[in-house]
């Protein structure tokens, strides 16, 4: 059982001690109390029950390397999502964003094949998987054993844009 600091908005992490390596199944509570101004408080309560899988930590990986723009001088991108998929089962296992000089490491993965997708949200650059791919089932895969730390997964990516409109006529 562990009590979380209050919450404003976003996630809370609270650290638990596991007696070993495993999977083990989590019981969570959670209790929300508000009151309007004027009105009755009301108090909910949630329960949720996940298998948390607890790593070696020298068996865990890591994936790092940097992301670009395409063009003369190939200026970093700072704020890029990079995300590494589970190749087999096509859920997102880890991620990271750039920081001020384009760098990211996505870290704590179980040993595995993944491919890695980056990204800006704003639309401002075209999405792509590592080596040039801009689909997943064109995308390299990426093996990697207990322990290993690939670097240099880099990245280049080229301007790109959204069009917005409204169609009209027959």
């Given amino acids: ?48 029950l996940v298998n948390v899988m607890v790593m070696d930590p020298a068996k865990m990986v890591s994936i790092s390397g940097r992301v670009e723009m395409e063009g003369s001088g190939r200026p970093h991108v700072e704020k890029a999502k990079v995300v590494a998929i589970d190749a087999a089962t096509g859920k997102a296992a880890g991620k990271a964003v750039t920081d001020d000089n384009g760098k990211y490491e996505i870290t704590r993965l179980p040993a595995g094949k993944y491919v890695v997708r980056a990204h800006k949200d704003d639309g401002s650059l075209v999405p792509e998987f590592y080596k040039d791919a801009y689909f997943r089932a064109k995308a390299t895969v990426l093996d990697i054993p207990e322990g290993g730390k690939l670097k240099d997964i880099d990245f280049v990516l080229g301007p790109g844009g959204r069009i917005s409109g409204k169609v009209t006529g027959p």
């Fill in 1 to 48: 059982t562990a009590t979380g600091p209050k919450i404003v908005k976003g996630s809370v992490v609270v650290d638990v001690l596991f007696p070993q390596i495993g999977t083990f199944p989590v019981r969570n509570k959670l209790r929300t109390a508000a009151q309007p101004a004027g009105g009755a408080a009301v108090v909910d309560e949630d329960e949720v």
